[in-house]
């Protein structure tokens, strides 16, 4: 018995090593675990009266692969490159010993070693994944939750024990390169086709079929141990099928990638180089690139942003301690349009009622469509049953009558972007709901301290702020107002985690954060255009950048004239504070002069073909706005794109907009698509170098306007060396103004 894994030896002279580490509903590879299993398998190897062994797990899930945790803080540590590799190539080295009883390669050969099985329950990704194929045998749960795969691809990694090695000697280069690039998971039953799983069996059962399996065999050998192996298909690496599938897999890939991702180039360099050498040199390349990706701030970066910082804010870190938990039972859903379906849609799913109001019933009823339709769909595809999706219908009811919501326990509304009608929706709702009652706006650009006016009890108004489509974009930004208090945030809180989203927490601003700094990439695409840069220039190299689109299809769709009224609207607001933008111009004339609004009519920065072809770039782009001779390099218009986003990220941490750094490297990838491989704006500037990111915004707005000015703040952390993550800081430094 370990700390982290029970060992047990029945009376067949079995050992059933049973991983279930305390105090967590996961297993995953901790240092601890590590050097448990470690002494297991020593355990079993130098006992002659243990046959063999069966490795399972005490919780639901299998393992969950490496703690990112443990991963995070290695990111980027001084080391020297021999520690750095030994470190790196330790569960490789434990594997093998697994897999091999640590016997000379000829006698192995001869005579195998103690056969290990692993009998897996549920869930094993990553590291937990590369136990399982390291073991002889493999009984997987015929669960149709099963996932086997490797996700490191998705926090800049690859699998580091022996994950790109085996799994192609198993399924061909060409399967393993397409799961191990893309992080997708196969099912049991896919697996089982693949020749992954040996045998599926019940959860219940899976142990006693492992056992049975080491209790008939007197020994065992992995495939690519036994002499002439080949590689399913050919000839490894060198097969002329892998050659084609190397070609194009790497083409393919940097298309995806834009060459940001280092992780997919290595991965896809393990696969080739390992696949030209015996096993046990493989392994020791893979650790090789393993190590070299783990000191790159690109896995650094995602690994705090996407994994560790996401999930913090997931379980509440940003819920205001000492107030009781509540639940959302019945949700007042006011306008019924794409937002207000798609929160209807999810807040049903999440098992709430949600009364569903617009000003006829026909409207409220287009809107529930939105959810028959994804109902519809996930019975299609099996992923619903009808009997679920039919009760998740039940739940939404649909009115014009704001009487009835009278019993809601959360007000949402997300009507049309107009003062005047938000106030008349507030003040009808306020009339029939609770005194105690939470209202709540899905503003994405009207001060919510300023709706709060139309609410009799300010300090229950609060911002929820949703992103389209609702049911597929992860992140939800909640907004305080001035008197928002703490009661009303962590119900805001709760509500999203009962949806299963991802929150950040604002302060009050026009724009509040993901709005403000999203329309600076659109933005700034208009500006070039207005400048005479070509079009395709200015898209190209945004996804190159990293962004998941260019700037000029994002602003056609969200609309062109959207963003015309949203630019009146704040000049309004702010009179002679407002500062004119060179998109100004460029919006006007589209929008006034041309009427082209972006895909809502058919007509903006593209064209799209009523016959349902591919878009393309407007050509009369280039008669309204002529191409310049001189045009810029492809990294200065890069650079625009994302030390423009980067600059008023910065200004909003400055303002107090912003609660803490790792909220605005969250808010910004999730909530906008700010190129993930770099961790987020403020992982960027850092990254970068504070010092250098401030000279390089100086240089451009002397070179292009003061909207690339960088806040005082930044200046003053460049000139004592400051940064916004100090080492082993996941949370970022913290707004003072918060």
């Known amino acids: 018995m370990t700390d982290t894994i029970r060992y047990e030896v029945d009376a067949d002279g079995i050992a059933l090593l049973t991983i279930d580490l305390p105090d967590t509903n996961m297993n995953v590879f901790n240092a601890q675990l590590i050097k448990d299993l470690d002494t297991c398998v020593d355990k079993v190897l130098a006992d002659d009266g243990v046959k063999g062994a069966v490795i399972t797990s005490g919780k639901p899930a299998f393992l969950a692969g490496a703690d990112l945790n443990m991963l995070g803080s290695q990111a980027g540590s001084k080391q020297t490159p021999e520690q750095a590799f030994e470190a790196a190539f330790g569960l490789n080295k434990l594997f093998r010993k697994l897999e091999t009883g640590d016997k000379d390669r000829k ?28 073991c002889h045998y493999r009984v997987i749960a015929d669960d149709p939750r099963m996932q086997l795969g490797f996700p490191e691809v998705q926090v800049g990694l690859l699998p580091g024990a022996g994950g790109t090695q085996r799994l192609p000697r198993i399924v061909g280069i060409q399967a393993a390169a397409g799961a191990v690039t893309t992080g997708k998971p196969y099912n049991a039953h896919v697996a089982l086709g693949l020749g992954i799983a040996n045998e599926l069996a019940p959860a219940a059962e899976v142990v006693e079929k492992a056992k049975a399996w080491v209790k008939k065999s007197a020994s065992a050998i992995a495939p690519w141990d036994k002499k002439g192996f080949k590689y399913p298909g050919g000839a490894g690496a060198m097969h002329p099928a892998s050659v084609q599938t190397f070609v194009g897999a790497n083409a393919m890939a940097q298309k995806q990638t834009q060459h940001n991702y280092p992780a997919v180039q290595a991965i896809l360099s393990c696969l080739f180089e390992g696949g030209v050498v015996d096993f046990d040199t493989a392994i020791r390349i893979e650790s090789k690139y393993f190590m070299k990706l783990l ?37 007042g859903m006011l306008g019924a349009g794409l937002m207000g379906a798609g929160v209807a849609y999810v807040s049903a799913k999440a098992g709430m009622d949600v009364v569903l109001l617009d000003r006829d019933e026909a409207s409220a009823e287009k809107g529930k469509d939105y959810s028959r339709n994804l109902v519809k769909k996930g ?41 005047d009608i938000k106030k008349a929706v507030t003040e009808a709702t306020e009339a029939v709901i609770g005194k105690d009652i939470v209202f709540a706006s899905n503003t994405s650009t009207l001060p919510i301290t300023g709706l709060a006016k139309n609410f009799t009890r300010p300090h229950q108004f609060i911002g929820i702020h949703f992103f389209s489509p609702v049911d597929k974009m992860p992140l939800v930004e909640i907004i305080m107002g001035e008197k928002t208090d703490d009661a009303t945030l962590a119900l805001a809180l709760d509500y999203v985690s009962q949806i299963k989203k991802t929150p950040i927490v ?48 994002v602003g056609d769709e969200v609309a062109l004239d959207l963003s ?87 200004r909003c941490f400055e303002e107090g907009v912003l609660i803490d750094a790792s909220s605005g490297d969250i808010g910004a990838i999730f909530g906008w698509g700010f190129a993930p491989f770099t961790g987020g704006p403020f992982s960027f500037i850092d990254t970068m170098g504070v010092a250098e990111f401030v000279a390089e915004a100086d240089r451009l707005a002397q070179a292009y306007g003061a909207r690339f000015t960088p806040p005082q703040m930044l200046r003053d952390m460049a000139a004592n060396g400051e940064s916004f993550y100090a080492k082993g800081d996941t949370r970022g430094r913290i707004a003072k103004a918060a």
Request: glycine share 12%; aromatic share 8%; proline share 5%.
């Open 506 to 553: 604002v302060n009050d601003s026009r724009g509040f954060y993901t709005s403000r700094c999203f329309g600076t990439y659109v933005q700034e695409g208009y500006s070039m255009v207005q400048e005479g840069v070509k079009p395709a220039l200015i898209e190209n190299a945004g996804k190159m950048a990293g962004m998941p689109v260019g700037p000029l299809a």
């Open 379 to 419: 019975v299609e595809r099996g992923k619903v049953s009808q009997e679920k999706g039919d009760a998740l219908l039940e739940r939404i009811t649909t009115t014009s009558d704001y009487a009835d919501l009278k019993d809601c326990d959360l007000i949402i509304e997300a009507v049309f972007e107009a003062e």
């Open 295 to 331: 000191a790159d701030p690109v896995a650094g970066n995602m690994i705090r942003s996407l994994f560790i910082n996401k999930q913090a804010v997931e379980k509440g870190s940003l819920r205001p301690a000492g107030i009781e938990r509540k639940k959302v039972k019945r949700l």
């Open 564 to 650: 015309y009224k949203v630019g009146m609207a704040t000049r309004k607001a702010l009179g002679d504070k407002y500062v004119v933008s060179p998109a100004d111009g460029f919006v006007e004339k589209m929008v006034v002069d041309l009427e082209r609004f972006g895909r809502k009519n058919g007509k903006g920065n593209y064209v799209y073909p009523t016959d349902g072809g591919k878009k393309y770039l407007w050509p009369g782009l280039g008669d309204h706005f002529p191409v310049a001779d001189d045009q810029p390099t492809l990294d200065e218009v890069k650079t625009r794109m994302m030390v423009r986003q980067a600059v008023e990220a910065a």
């Open 107 to 134: 006698v192995l050969a001869k005579e195998g070693t103690k056969p290990f099985a692993a009998a897996v329950n549920g869930l094993a990704l990553g590291g937990g994944f590369e136990l399982v194929l390291a």
